[in-house]
């Protein structure tokens, strides 16, 4: 159990998130905190309120009540433009990705560069810029993809989930979300995406994942926060709790751990 | 065929590297290969039958009876490139000729005429955009409705008679006159410049930034076929009259455009949006405004289509804008391989596809095929397209996940 603790290094800290829609309270204080080079896994049953915590987070959705804190300030994150733009990147499930389009073009799409033609006038798009500016951020994280001219809809699922994760790296942001990033990959390709997440962590990234899977979580998180019934109800150093515990709570079959902000 | 990140050198870089090219054939990223394929085989069928097909007064006629439909072609590629269609642009064209028409009957100066000509196209394609995008109505409605309101709109203009002659020789000059020689000579040597240009500047870019150039045989089998292409057609044509402006407008908007969807932000958007659109959105991309004005550029496209049109006919007229412009334009941007599905196709594509259509109603007519004859063939070649269209997209969902 850790204590949400106050600290400054916290990228992200969010406190006591209400959020009603209709009859249905879907968040009913959600409070965790993320630290830069740390992995926190978000995991809870179907419709315990995960997917709406990211969709705050990422500015989707904005809560009824309570704080989102990111690098130290509370921020109001009315547009998804303005959590981008903030650093806070996500990786949806469905991978936010243009099947007709290469990979550089899906790496930049929305911030193509671009070079001017005619001064003032004309400026088209920088293609040669964009991959010369994108490999070293692939080498970095050891992203190994085919050549960045062919299009997405003939990548694996694994290499997809790749890109989307490079896209939001290029975009030198601070906290990045991942929504269910293995689940609908094969092993090998599980264990590439992985492999990329820890990578992300070490390189200081804040990272937050959404999950089902609890091998994942005990392969990479370092931290587990568990919701249920759109509440915080535990959380979890990796290395002081075993797999039944976490269930658990999931479920609610324990005693459930009290989370004090 | 460049990057290979982490496996510069690796053995395995070479064998993908034929795979993918193997791969992009059978998936269809050549996209114009079928265009092309069926192109030629249409020129030789028609040839057998009738030795008239390949001279050069026919075929210098092809380019002006392909012209408009090739210009409202344009337009609707961008349009299904979103993955919307847009089915008011014969009525929009037949507006556009009837406002410049009307104009000149009056004696407006006849470039005037024509600016206002293209500029009712263009408010039309806004006014449908705005409703397609902002009330949300399925595009599919919004220029059916409109395709109708249009057609009112050009007996408002033409009034009952049927037709508005136009006197103007500037106006008919636009389909009546014919390059000079050297001056589409001149256009050539300066197209072919960009060209080369533009491939070495690439080239240079690469190199000079460390990136993997790419194989320089597929981008010279394909600079010198245009080349030669170009080339042709030039001989071709001025072995009979020149090239008749109607053409040289054409070819105009055609690279312009091409190069429009290809080269710069606005255009890569379209694909985005037609690719996915959620994604597009997420990515921060402006959805509605890209749309609004791809439905402005499609109305003005296709009014301009209608100018040269009119230009052709000698006068406005109500029987102008029918159902046969549209369906010729749709089958263009079809048969050129542009997905009904949205965010596959090209610009250049919609220009082979119109040589299609216009190759076919040509040769049929030159056999003095019947109305019924000519109509089944279209249509049978239209349904073939779009099958096709559907099943390479069927196909490409398979193997994407």
């Known amino acids: 159990m850790t204590e949400l603790g106050q600290t400054s290094k916290h990228v992200l800290e969010v406190r006591g998130l209400r959020k009603r829609f209709g009859a249905v309270q879907a968040l009913d204080g959600v409070t965790f905190s993320v630290a830069a080079g740390e992995i926190v896994a978000l995991v809870g049953d179907n419709g315990a309120g995960k997917s709406t915590t990211i969709k705050m987070i990422a500015g989707v959705e904005q809560p009824d009540e309570g704080d989102i804190v990111f690098e130290g300030e509370s921020v109001r994150l009315s547009s998804p433009a303005i959590a981008e733009k903030l650093g806070i990147q996500t990786v949806y499930q469905d991978l936010a990705l243009c099947d007709n389009l290469d990979i550089v073009s899906n790496l930049f799409l929305g911030r193509e560069l671009r070079r001017t033609i005619i001064p003032g006038v004309v400026r088209v798009l920088d293609r040669n810029e964009m991959e010369r500016r994108a490999m070293p951020v692939l080498n970095e994280l050891g992203i190994r993809l085919p050549p960045l001219d062919t299009q997405v809809a003939s990548l694996s699922g694994g290499q997809r989930q790749t890109v989307a994760v490079a896209r939001s790296v290029l975009w030198g942001s601070k906290l990045v979300m991942l929504d269910e990033p293995t689940a609908a990959l094969g092993v090998v390709q599980q264990r590439a995406v992985l492999e990329l997440i820890q990578r992300l962590a070490q390189s200081g990234k804040a990272v937050l994942v959404i999950s089902h899977n609890m091998n994942d979580v005990f392969k990479i998180a370092d931290r587990i926060v568990v919701l249920r019934l759109g509440r915080t109800v535990a959380a979890f150093e990796r290395g002081n709790v075993t797999p039944e515990q976490v269930v658990a709570a999931i479920t609610g079959a324990s005693a459930v751990e009290e989370v004090t902000s | 065929m460049t990057a290979n990140i982490g496996q510069a050198g690796n053995p395995q870089a070479t064998a993908a590297r034929e795979r993918s090219l193997m791969s992009r054939l059978l998936g269809g990223e050549f996209q114009q290969l079928p ?51 847009d089915l008011s642009i014969a009525a929009v064209s037949a507006v556009g000729g009837a406002i410049l028409a ?71 000059a636009i389909a009546g006159n014919y390059l000079p020689a050297w001056l589409s000579w001149l256009f050539v040597v300066i197209s072919i410049a960009l060209v080369a240009w533009s491939v070495w500047r690439n080239k240079a870019a690469r190199r000079s930034m460390g990136l993997p150039v790419k194989s320089s045989s597929t981008m010279w089998v394909r600079v010198m076929a245009s080349v030669i292409v170009m080339i042709l057609v030039t001989v071709v044509l001025n072995a009979y009259q020149g090239v008749p402006i109607a053409g040289l407008i054409l070819i105009v908007f055609v690279a312009g455009f091409a190069w429009m969807s290809q080269s710069t932000t606005f255009g890569r958007h379209i694909y985005a949006l037609g690719g996915n659109e959620e994604a597009a959105r997420r990515a921060g991309i402006n959805v509605k405004g890209v749309k609004i004005a791809v439905f402005t550029l499609a109305g003005l496209l296709a009014a301009v289509g209608g100018i040269v049109g009119a230009s052709r006919l000698g006068a406005a007229s109500t029987a102008a804008g029918g159902s046969d412009l549209l369906m010729d334009s749709i089958a263009a941007a079809v048969i050129g391989g542009t997905s009904l599905f949205g965010g596959r196709g090209s610009i250049w594509n919609a220009l082979a596809g119109a040589l299609v259509i216009g190759s076919i109603e040509n040769g049929m007519a030159l056999l003095d095929a019947g109305t019924s004859t000519k109509y089944l063939v279209e249509g049978a070649i239209l349904l073939l397209a779009v099958t096709f269209d559907t099943f390479t997209r069927m196909r490409r969902q398979k193997l994407g996940r």
């Open chain 2, 35 to 85: 265009v092309f394929l069926s192109l030629v085989l249409i020129w030789i069928v028609f040839e057998i039958l009738n030795p008239q097909f390949i001279t050069s007064r026919n075929l210098s006629n092809l380019v002006l009876q392909m012209a408009e439909y090739g210009l409202l072609a344009i337009g609707e590629t961008l349009i299904l490139l979103l993955g919307e269609i």
């Open chain 2, 102 to 172: 009307e104009l000149a009957a009056n004696n407006v100066n006849p470039y005037l005429a024509i600016l206002a000509g293209a500029a009712s196209g263009a408010i039309i394609g806004l006014f449908q955009g705005f409703w397609v995008t902002i009330l949300r109505v399925p595009s599919f409605i919004v220029t059916l409705a409109g395709s109708l309101g249009y057609l009112g709109l050009l007996f408002v203009l033409i009034g009952q008679e049927g037709t508005v002659p136009i006197m103007s020789n500037t106006i008919n």
